[in-house]
Structure formats: structure tokens, C-alpha cells
């Protein structure tokens, strides 16, 4: 089979029935050897026609579209289906999609740069903030107009006029931002998820990585959501009672809530609580105290146990940090920037009493933490552009610049891919005062680099 090319986007158009018997015969090695020599900066497989497929069929084309990206360094995934066929899709790698996918055709050529033309007005939606934001900000860097709603009520509202819209995009994934593990809230508090038996298995299916990096980021309260669980044993005991005294050296805060004892031993409270546990009946018990939030530690932080020296293989990659970084703020703020200076040493703030600052961990390859501190007003440019807000209050202007933070995160994990360093990321942190965030970061040397957008001072620090 051959990629039919048009507007340098390589579609394989597929039908019938895919599974993992019979896909390695519609696309083969060399059918995508043979996509080497094009001068494409995208390439998809079309299910139009696909009647049904599994996730058996969907991992063959998957693999072989993962080692074309890493080769080629171009965009790989699926377009052309149905909500139906996208649900699909998503429930089978919920957690781990790598690949970006398109509703139409139409919608892909709006990704590839190389394919700009006349700016186009979209109507967008999705979900997930971080994907919505993400899309918005390829878009306007691509020239078009995206008209971003932020719930699904506004947007079957003004999808109604249809007419008004070169393209209406939903039902799209750029794959490579965001992390599915845990979700922000009120607070930058991190909740974890669980249900059914809590046993031995919990030490494997859990993120233990994540976790430590998000306590290196400086998150310090961890929420499990347990409504869900029917009981544990003694091996899930141990775990969390071990995970309670690894939050202990970073001074953070592990609470349960929802927790039902009556299938579990009264005596394993005792022993949770007696290691540092806490429990509450409901999230808002915790949610919408603001005093209790930044007594346990959803406010506020403290200093990490260790500080961890810079190593070559982070230093090398400096410039990749700095291109996602750069290229997104000018982007947004139509500012050009200027690097003022680049010095190794602690992170040191000239003035903190109007900024805003974020964090984002990665680890995988290699790891570290990136820290950004903005003037407030770049960080109410951020906001206007991703909620179209002209008066955004600070809450809003907090979780726009998490947003963003997670799409520079996401755009330096494509461009370190590209030299075959595989990442994760955790989720962005948010610092409303400074202070808290110098907490953090106390006595962490680091790459520290001053840069102006237009006057305004801005200030990239990496570390480990």
C-alpha cells in the first residue's frame, strides 16, 4: 500500500475489517520504508472505511507509525472517523497516546505548518484543558483565528452557526501534551484515583515515579479519591504506609478520601493514621477550606530533602528547553525576545513582588525541573489568549498559566523525542507567591536565563 501525499500530509486509506491478524498485511515495513523519501511533515492512517477495528489491529500501526516519527520527525496518527470510533480509540490508550488524532482531513492540514494559507476562523472544544490550550496555541502560531469555547455548552451553542466556521474542531488529539495520571485542582493539590481491592498490586499499577517527581516540582498535597474502594489488605498497608513517610521528608500531605472501613480491619486506620495518613468523608471537606488547603500543604511548600547536582545530559539538552519556551511566550505575546544573560547558580529573583511563577518536572531519559517566572502582565496575556478574558482574576490567570506551563512541558518533550530522549512530564505547578516558590527551590543550583519580551522581564531557570 502507498500513502496517497497531498499538502505534504501522507494518508495510508484503509477498509474493511483490522485486527491483529490481518493488519500487518495492509501496511508492511516497507510500505512505510517507502514513505522516507517523502517530503511530508505528516502522516496518518484514514479509518473512513475501517468497518471495525481492535486494539490488537490499532498496536500494529501504532509501532510502525512510532518508528516513522522518530526517524522522520514528523507527526503520526489517525484521522478521517466517527465520536464512536474516537471514544474507541481513547479508551484503549487512555493513558498513554502518543499519536495525534484528526476528526478530518481538513482539520490535520490546519497542524502543518508548511501548509499555511489564508488565516481560518475554527470553532474548538475539548475536554481536557491541556489538549484544548494546546490546540488553540498551534494554531495561532500557524496564523489561524481558533475561537476556543470552554465547556461543551457554549460550544454545541455556537456550533450551531456553523457557517461561520472554516472548520469545527472536536473530537481531536495532538497526543503528546498533558498527563493522564492525576488532575490538578484548587490549591495544586494532586488526586489520585483508586477503587475495587486494594492489594500487592497497587505497588505496580501506581506511578511511583510521577509521584517523586511531583513532589521534586514542589507539589506537597496528595488526595487519593477512594469513594470506590471495597477494601485492602496488608500489602496495599504497607505501600501507603511507606509512601506516608516519603511525603514526611518533603514535609506534604497524603489524605483519604471516601474511605469505607467496613470490609477493612479498624486497626489498619490506626496504623494509616499513625503514619501520617488523614481522612475526610468529602472532597469538599478539604476542596473548599481554603485554611485547611494551605495548612496540609495545597498552598503552600518546603524545601526538598535534596538537591541534586546539574548533569552533562541536562545541560546539553538546555536549548531544546529554551526554544519550547521562547517560541511559545513570543508566540503568544507577538514579543521578540531577547536573552540578557545565562549563568549557572541558585535561581535569584530580582524583584518578586509582581510575578507569577510555575514549575513543570520531566523525567524518563533524564530528568529535572523546569521553573518559569513571569511578569504578571505576560501571564494575563496567556490567560486573554486560552479563556478570551480581557479581566481575568487571579484564579483563572493561575490555571491559564498551568495550562501553558504544560504546553512548553509538551513541546520540549517532542523536540527532546527527536533526539531519542523519552520523557514523561508531570503536571504543571503554580506559584501565586513567589516566596513559596523560592521555598522550593532554595539552594538548588541550576541554569538560570534572563530574557526581556519588550521590557518585560523573564526569567527561565533548570535544575534538577
Not at 507509525?65 to 489517525?78: P, Y
Not at 493522564?180 to 484548587?186: G, I, L, M, Q, S
Not at 524518563?364 to 518559569?372: P, T, V
Request: aromatic share 10%; hydrophobic share 40%; net charge negative.
Amino acid at each position: 500500500m502507498r500513502a496517497v501525499v497531498k499538502g505534504r500530509i501522507g494518508i495510508f486509506h484503509l477498509q474493511g475489517f483490522l485486527d491483529g491478524n490481518n493488519a500487518p498485511s495492509f501496511l508492511t515495513i516497507e510500505d512505510i520504508k517507502a514513505t522516507e523519501s517523502l517530503n511530508i511533515d505528516m502522516l496518518l492512517v484514514s479509518l473512513k472505511k475501517v468497518i471495525f477495528f481492535n486494539k490488537n489491529g490499532l498496536d500494529v500501526f501504532v509501532k510502525l507509525l512510532t518508528n516513522i516519527r522518530h526517524q522522520k520527525h514528523i507527526i503520526v496518527g489517525f484521522c478521517d472517523y466517527d465520536h464512536a470510533k474516537f471514544n474507541t480509540i481513547h479508551t484503549f490508550y487512555h493513558e498513554s497516546i502518543n499519536f495525534a488524532l484528526f476528526k478530518s482531513e481538513k482539520i490535520a492540514e490546519l497542524f502543518v505548518a508548511s501548509n499555511r494559507s489564508e488565516p481560518r476562523t475554527v470553532l474548538l472544544y475539548d475536554e481536557d484543558p491541556s489538549q484544548r490550550s494546546a490546540m488553540a496555541i498551534e494554531l495561532f502560531d500557524y496564523g489561524h483565528n481558533p475561537i476556543i469555547t470552554q465547556s461543551k455548552h457554549e460550544f454545541e451553542e455556537k456550533k450551531k452557526n456553523e457557517d461561520l466556521y472554516y472548520a469545527i474542531i472536536e473530537d481531536t488529539n495532538l497526543g503528546h501534551f498533558g498527563q493522564k495520571v492525576a488532575t490538578r485542582v484548587t490549591g495544586n493539590a494532586i488526586i489520585y484515583t483508586i477503587s475495587n481491592f486494594l492489594d500487592a498490586e497497587i505497588s505496580d499499577t501506581f506511578n511511583l515515579s510521577y509521584h517523586q517527581n511531583s513532589l521534586n516540582v514542589g507539589f506537597r498535597l496528595f488526595i487519593f479519591d477512594a469513594y470506590k474502594v471495597i477494601s485492602m489488605n496488608i500489602h496495599a498497608l504497607n505501600f501507603f504506609t511507606k509512601l506516608a513517610s516519603s511525603a514526611a521528608e518533603y514535609n506534604a500531605s497524603i489524605c483519604f478520601v471516601g474511605l469505607s472501613f467496613d470490609k477493612t480491619p479498624e486497626a489498619f486506620k490506626h496504623d494509616l493514621e499513625d503514619a501520617g495518613l488523614m481522612f475526610f468523608d468529602n472532597m469538599d471537606d478539604i476542596l473548599k477550606n481554603k485554611d485547611l488547603l494551605q495548612e496540609l500543604g495545597g498552598g503552600g511548600g518546603a524545601a526538598v530533602k535534596q538537591n541534586r547536582s546539574l548533569n552533562k545530559a541536562l545541560v546539553n539538552e538546555l536549548p531544546h528547553f529554551i526554544d519550547a519556551t521562547v517560541s511559545t511566550i513570543a508566540m503568544m505575546t507577538n514579543a521578540k525576545a531577547t536573552k540578557d544573560s545565562v549563568k549557572i547558580q541558585p535561581l535569584t529573583i530580582p524583584n518578586s513582588s509582581d510575578q507569577y511563577a510555575s514549575s513543570i518536572g520531566f523525567y524518563g531519559d533524564i530528568d529535572g525541573l523546569i521553573i518559569l517566572i513571569f511578569p504578571k502582565t505576560i501571564a494575563k496575556k496567556a490567560c486573554e489568549l486560552l479563556i478570551g478574558d480581557a479581566n481575568p482574576n487571579e484564579e483563572e490567570i493561575l490555571d491559564s498559566l498551568a495550562e501553558f506551563v504544560n504546553i512548553i512541558g509538551g513541546r520540549a518533550k517532542v523536540l527532546l523525542s527527536a533526539n531519542k530522549h523519552l520523557l514523561d512530564i508531570t503536571l504543571p505547578r503554580t506559584y501565586s507567591d513567589i516566596k513559596t516558590l523560592l521555598e522550593i527551590a532554595q539552594n538548588k543550583k541550576g541554569v538560570q536565563v534572563d530574557l526581556s519580551f519588550e521590557g518585560e522581564h523573564f526569567i527561565f531557570f533548570l535544575t534538577r
